[in-house]
T-cell receptor
Framework: QKEVEQDPGPLSVPEGAIVSLNCTYSNSAFQYFMWYRQYSRKGPELLMYTYSSGNKEDGRFTAQVDKSSKYISLFIRDSQPSDSATYLCAIVETSGSRLTFGEGTQLTVNP | DTAVSQTPKYLVTQMGNDKSIKCEQNLGHDTMYWYKQDSKKFLKIMFSYNNKELIINETVPNRFSPKSPDKAHLNLHINSLELGDSAVYFC?????????FGSGTRLTVV
């Protein structure tokens, strides 16, 4: 079983839609949760970072963590064509510095 | 001013050759990494250095050897390149849990 599972998609939505991206994880030692966005032929860039259960909002983006279910989500409101990219969840253990990534979900927002 | 820079951006080489990829960060971070991204976009850690000291060494063939001359640089040398080494290699650095990635080196082995 992979440590972090993420639906690879691809996901295609119309402009203005609400997008929901999800990951599950198996290791209870994971304590820090991140979402990265990766445009084609670019490196991943950090979008959101949280370490506690609950919601964290940043503009159109909301990161949600449920540690009891080992489930994390990223919501994108009013999606834009510029949001088209691959979104990767990434998780870090309390004790370490290693980022464990999900497979990434490829998102296309159609104008 | 690029935070994490890698060179070269593209590398096409024949099987059996030896090649190096260089990485430099100007963020003052203590920890640097090499990640490999395969054709399915899956990112997997290869190595991690903290202040020039190797702290993570995943199951990577011995043909791959990282070298950190100082904490701002982490280079990756690959011997006897194989077709399966074709991938995008990303360098990254971090402070606590804030990671910054380079733009990647696309390696194609023919």
């Amino acid at each position: 079983q992979k440590e972090v599972e993420q639906d690879p998609g691809p996901l295609s939505v119309p402009e203005g839609a609400i997008v929901s991206l999800n990951c599950t994880y198996s290791n209870s030692a994971f304590q820090y949760f991140m979402w990265y966005r990766q445009y084609s032929r670019k490196g991943p860039e950090l979008l959101m970072y949280t370490y506690s259960s609950g919601n964290k909002e940043d503009g159109r983006f909301t990161a949600q963590v449920d540690k009891s279910s080992k489930y994390i989500s990223l919501f994108i409101r009013d999606s834009q064509p510029s949001d088209s990219a691959t979104y990767l969840c990434a998780i870090v253990e309390t004790s370490g510095s290693r980022l464990t990534f999900g497979e990434g979900t490829q998102l296309t927002v159609n104008p | 001013d690029t935070a994490v820079s890698q060179t070269p951006k593209y590398l096409v080489t024949q099987m059996g050759n030896d090649k190096s990829i260089k990485c430099e960060q100007n963020l003052g971070h203590d920890t640097m990494y090499w990640y490999k991204q395969d054709s399915k976009k899956f990112l997997k850690i290869m190595f991690s250095y903290n202040n020039k000291e190797l702290i993570i060494n995943e199951t990577v063939p011995n043909r791959f050897s990282p070298k950190s001359p100082d904490k701002a640089h982490l280079n990756l040398h690959i011997n006897s390149l194989e077709l399966g080494d074709s991938a995008v290699y990303f360098c990254a650095s971090s402070h606590v849990h804030g990671y910054t990635f380079g733009s990647g080196t696309r390696l194609t082995v023919v």
